[in-house]
């Protein structure tokens, strides 16, 4: 496995790791399954390297080299050339077979311990996959959002449970899902126990703010004290910011960027004062 040959300097071996993802790249789908192989009872394999029976030591590695290059400064020149040929072969691995899916999953989304924080607050890899749903190179954050989205097993719930409805925001509105409506896609995946909850997240979820994604501690309704004049002005500037998002996402102004700005404000703006239906739509 070309991958784990040891090479001379640390500087090299991020090289030659990088010229093997490029050229995994370029594979079609049907041959990521190649990757894996069943475990036999003569292999002295560590249990680290093995998921469901199967040997994951390419994995594995991909996802420390993945890991690595979020410590190293960022730069556009960084994202483009090194972070998206990663997360592309980690797309295209966990959408061709469900093995590799489910030890991704495993890896990168684990059972949610961590509600205090925001998923983009950390340095594991769900949080620095999560800071780069909001990158400005967008060919990079629409490869990490479908990535992030196929691990939840296009589950628009279960998506806005580990990333944010902020941070999903531009995924939802390129599939027409910022209505909380379900993925087609997600009719392709059977309705396992991925999801369970932990004792961590089970204890804190009444308490969850699905927009930013963790546990916020509650704050008065704005409009408990309001003035049926102040209640019916609140419901109108509501229903302007709502048209406006459906403006920019049918193309009439704008594009992806504007589009996560404003659904990232109009859905600060609508809990913070006291609108609860985005709120439902958290696992």
């Not at 409805?165 to 599939?175: C, D, E, K």
């Not at 589009?259 to 609508?270: G, S, W």
Request: overall charge neutral.
């Amino acid at each position: 496995m070309y991958i784990l040959i040891p090479t001379s300097n640390k500087e090299k071996t991020v090289v030659l790791q990088s010229n093997i993802i490029n050229l995994l790249t370029n594979i079609p789908n049907e041959y990521y399954k190649m990757l894996v192989t069943p475990v036999q009872p003569e292999q002295d394999i560590l249990k680290k390297f093995q998921f469901d029976g199967q040997n994951m030591t390419a994995f594995y590695e991909i996802l420390v080299f993945l890991n690595d290059q979020f410590t190293v400064t960022p730069g556009v020149y960084r994202q483009y050339e090194i972070l998206l040929p990663v997360v592309t072969v980690l797309l295209k691995s966990a959408t061709s077979e469900r093995c590799i899916r489910k030890y991704l999953r495993l890896q990168i989304l684990p059972p949610l311990k961590d509600v205090h924080n925001r998923p983009e607050q950390g340095s594991t890899l769900r949080n620095h996959l999560c800071r780069l749903l909001t990158t400005p190179m967008t060919q990079l954050r629409d490869v990490v959002a479908e990535l992030l989205f196929v691990l939840c097993k296009k589950s628009v719930k279960r998506m806005i449970k580990y990333t944010g409805y902020g941070n999903a925001a531009g995924l939802f509105a390129q599939r027409g899902l910022l209505g909380g409506r379900s993925d087609k896609g997600e009719a392709d995946y059977s309705s396992g126990s991925e999801g369970s909850e932990t004792e961590e997240y089970a204890e804190y979820k009444h308490g969850i703010n699905p927009v930013i994604g963790c546990y916020e501690e509650p704050h008065p309704n704005a409009m408990e004290n309001m003035t049926e004049e102040q209640m019916r002005s609140f419901r109108n500037r509501v229903i302007e910011k709502k048209n406006w998002i459906s403006r920019v996402y049918h193309g009439s102004v704008g594009g992806p960027s504007l589009i996560i700005a404003v659904v990232k404000e109009t859905l600060n703006y609508l809990t913070c004062n006291g609108e609860i239906d985005v709120c439902q739509m958290q696992q």
